[in-house]
């Protein structure tokens, strides 16, 4: 315990030193003057002045008195709406005002800003100019003709200069605009021409006479090289004013108060106020420029890292290893969890946004829990101790079973033979025959009508199991089993209280094919380091065959239930639920068969996720901490065991279809795009499931690399299929029981196996490309969330990839072989090309070539 504490401590400390070093500072100049002009605009929930709550007297002036230290003068963007009250009440703080007229389509408004802007000048003396419209060609209101000719009118009767707002480049295109105005009031956003900000002032101060909106916005995304924040807003001001101050420039900062309305300016446009929306000033003018978050940002990372750490004292036998890595993970976790605090902080939101982050956020925790669970198991692996409790459906098929079983030495033995279901003599008689030519210990039941799948089959078993008998093997139809089998586990029942054995799954047929070595490899993983991990606590899922049960267990828990699909794991937690032990080996006494094709494949799968959906729904009262029965080992491996298959590939697809119906809005309305928060943890996931999958095969899977690849596949060829499975568990509580072909008698069907797989990951693969497509913008977090896409796609296009080569010569190890063959020829020729290497005792013995006018030889 001392040991995994101080390793604890070791490691949030690395985490607080992390924080520390990375501590971003800027260095800027010091700005001690007030600021020559500040926009502002007092409406809180839009930008005209006809709509939206009208602002009262003392919200403007409570607003002024906050901005007034900072500046000498304000420009305001409209004169009605209650903006006409700006100009008397900015007086009473000695603020100079540049009034807007806000000139749209609608020529009668358009007239009452202008009699206003004009009554304003002339009974304000603070009043020190006009600017009529605001980015007005811009926007495409009205002509450059029409806003001349708007422009000479209002100066007619104008006490102060006029002039109009334009994007510099209007200025420049536009010279007869120039001429029309007492100054060029121009508008210069290096942010919206993607300088980064290191370049922004170098790039406007090249403009003269008076910078009418100069800002940098301080959240938000990337626009091609421009980055927005905190500090590099604040550098960016203060280095533009103190130069603006040095060269005489007359300017205006855009903008005093953060303007959270403004969604619809590509993710920036809320932020590009000096003070956010509670009215407090986001950086200082003096000093090194830092982070006023930063800290607080890092003692939340640190305190979660170490919550999530604490369960890591608790397990019992762990390593300084092992917890090192559990710590770290938990701690980068901590990190996550401490920047959605701080987004939330730092970003307003409307209700939509909020409910996208939201459901976004409550999506992808299951996916960090399930990535947690990957690491720890990794960490147990490779670094924990070594397991400690391992025990060291056709006529012909059926009777290759009958026959193993026959062999089996075992002294006090009897085999309960059950057809059930099977009206068609031609396959129930010759087992019915093959049982009387194996003798006495051999029964053969036969039973039509029988209700409750595969575990009516096997209460009809029992029932005709001899009275005597106390331990109950049970094998499906296509198993062979092995001489020593009941030999070397039945005296495993030698403690009472052991209440059922279970040996793998494997399979002899796992060579028939490339896609049947990919099945093969992928069920062995299972088996290999699941269950074993799982034994370790008590917590073995019993799976059908190869298992041996005590009987007095079946009995005190009433036997196989009828209401799911998974008897055999239904009655082997009920086993555990009633306090028995269990015991597992990964020793292999018996092979199968596989499922003959990828249907058959993706259905066997259908049928296991939607019974262990149904049991999740039987059970997950049995799994809450107050409930009797399981310790909290088990529970917490048959939670993480749920989560981790049912709920990881569920969540996945439900995530990539939410992403799917995403794009659009991403891509052509160019809104909500997806922060990296919620985006890099799906990149995140994948990593750790890819890093988990390797390792542990390589550390427990006897698996060739390619073996490896096409087990790869093979899982996640099958996340559809079990998402389906999922999401039909939570409709329906029944489902048909369907066989799983094998032994040769499935066929493939005329239908494509994976039609909606590649369906999804088609649109997948094609919301990926129509993203970087139209990332004019080039967005950073476009071409993340395109890639989380890719990523997302890659299980749809295994699916595709397998029941594409199905049928195919790639599915067929003569086509492999001659490739292979190919080219190691061709390698053999390229390596007889090369020039010979000689030794240097055949160098040295070589003779001495003379040369030509040479009579002598050289010595």
């Known amino acids: 315990m001392r040991t995994l504490a101080a390793v604890l401590a070791l490691v949030a400390c690395v985490h607080a030193g992390i924080w520390a070093l990375l501590r971003p500072v800027g260095i800027a100049p010091d700005v001690t003057q007030q600021l020559a002009s500040i926009s502002y605009s007092p409406f809180a929930d839009s930008s005209h002045p006809d709509r939206g709550v009208r602002p009262t007297a003392e919200q403007i002036r409570s607003d002024l008195r906050t901005i007034a230290p900072y500046t000498r003068a304000i420009r305001t963007y409209s004169a009605t709406g209650g903006a006409e009250l700006v100009p008397p009440i900015a007086a009473e703080f000695g603020l100079k005002v540049t009034v807007g007229a806000w000139i749209d389509k609608d020529q009668a408004r358009n007239e009452r800003e202008i009699r206003s802007a ?93 910078i009418a909106e100069f800002g940098w916005p301080s959240a938000g995304y990337n626009f091609h090289d421009a980055e927005p924040g905190r500090m590099e807003q604040a550098q960016v001001l203060r280095d533009f004013v103190t130069r603006a101050q040095a060269y005489g420039i007359d300017y205006n900062i855009v903008e005093a108060i953060d303007q959270p309305w403004k969604t619809m300016e590509g993710g920036v446009g809320p932020y590009w106020g000096l003070f956010d929306a509670s009215r407090q000033a986001k950086f200082a003018w003096t000093a090194p420029i830092t982070d006023p978050d930063y800290l607080k940002r890092a003692g939340l990372a640190v305190l979660f890292g170490v919550l999530l750490s604490l369960p890591i004292l608790a397990l019992a036998g762990a390593s300084a290893t092992q917890a090192l890595m559990l710590a770290a993970s938990a701690n980068a976790v ?50 924990g101790r070594a397991p400690r409790r391992l025990a060291n459906e056709p006529p012909e098929m059926l009777k290759a079973s009958l026959d193993a079983l026959a062999r089996l030495d075992y002294p006090n033995l009897e085999c309960v033979v059950v057809v059930n279901n099977t009206p068609d003599p031609a396959l129930w008689r010759p087992i019915e025959e093959h049982c009387l030519a194996l003798g006495d210990r051999f029964k053969f039941v036969r039973a039509d009508q029988i209700t409750g799948y595969k575990a009516g089959a096997l209460r009809l078993a029992l029932a005709h199991t001899a009275p005597d008998a106390q331990i109950v093997g049970i094998i499906d139809a296509d198993y062979v089993v092995s001489a020593d089998w009941l030999g070397s586990l039945v005296p495993l029942f030698a403690d ?32 290999d380091i699941g269950m074993v991990q799982r034994n370790e606590f008590n917590g073995v899922i019993m799976h059908g065959t190869m298992c041996l049960i005590r009987r007095a267990a079946i009995e005190n828990v009433g036997g196989w ?107 052509f309305a160019n809104i909500a795009v997806p922060d990296r928060i919620l985006t890099i943890p799906i990149i995140a996931a994948f990593a750790v499931s890819v890093a988990h999958f390797a390792a542990l095969y390589r550390l427990r899977v006897r698996a060739s690399p390619a073996q490896m690849a096409g087990a790869v596949c093979a899982a996640m060829a099958l996340q559809w299929t079990v998402a389906r499975a999922v999401g039909m568990g939570v409709i ?128």
């Open 118 to 210: 004009l009554e304003l000048a002339r009974h304000n003396s603070n009043v020190d100019a006009i600017v009529v419209g605001n980015e007005t060609t811009l926007r495409a209101e009205m002509t450059v003709p029409a806003l001349i000719e708007l422009i000479q009118k209002v100066k007619r009767s104008s006490p102060v200069p006029v002039t109009t707002g334009e994007i510099w480049t209007v200025w420049i295109d536009h010279p007869e605009l120039a001429s029309a105005v007492d100054f060029i009031a121009a508008h210069i956003l290096p942010y919206w021409e993607g300088f980064d900000a290191s370049r922004a002032v170098d790039h406007t101060i090249e403009f003269y006479d008076v």
């Open 334 to 383: 901590g990190a996550w969890f401490a920047a959605i605090v701080a987004f939330w902080k730092g970003h307003y939101f409307v209700p939509g946004a909020a409910f996208a982050l939201g459901l976004g956020i409550v999506l992808l925790l299951p996916l960090v829990a399930i990535a947690l669970a990957r690491l720890e198991e990794i960490a147990a692996i490779a670094f």
């Open 496 to 527: 009472e209280r052991v209440g059922f054995v279970q040996s793998p799954q494997d399979h002899r047929d796992g060579d028939r094919t490339p896609l049947h070595t990919a099945m093969n490899a992928e069920y062995t993983g299972f088996f």
């Open 561 to 667: 239930s009828s209401d799911t699909i998974v008897e055999d794991t239904d009655l082997g937690l009920a086993i555990l639920e009633h306090g028995w032990l269990a015991h597992y080996t990964n020793r292999r006494y018996g092979h199968g068969l596989l499922p003959d094709t990828f249907e058959s494949y993706k259905r066997q799968r259908h049928r296991w996720a939607f019974g262990g959906s149904q049991l999740v729904r039987k059970h997950w009262r049995r799994m809450l901490p107050w409930a009797d029965g399981l310790t909290r080992e088990q529970k917490r491996e048959y939670a993480i065991g749920w989560l981790n298959w049912l709920g990881a590939e569920a969540i996945g697809v439900v995530v990539a279809l939410l992403n799917i119906a995403w794009v659009p809005v991403v891509a």
């Open 732 to 859: 329906l509580e029944r489902m048909p029981f369907l066989r799983t072909a094998k032994g040769g008698a499935g066929r493939k069907g005329p239908d494509f196996p994976a039609f909606w797989e590649a369906v999804i990951g088609g649109l997948l693969v094609l919301g990926a490309a129509t993203l970087v497509a139209t990332n004019y913008k080039q967005v950073r977090e476009i071409n993340i969330f395109a890639l989380v896409l890719v990523v997302q796609s890659l299980p749809f296009i295994a699916a595709v990839a397998l029941a594409a080569i199905e049928g195919t010569r790639l599915n067929n190890f003569v086509f492999w072989r001659g490739i292979e063959a190919k080219v190691a020829a061709i390698g053999a020729k390229a390596v007889a090309r090369l020039p010979q290497r000689r030794t240097i005792s055949e160098v040295i013995a070589e003779p001495a070539k003379l040369p030509a006018d040479t009579a002598e030889p050289v010595q």
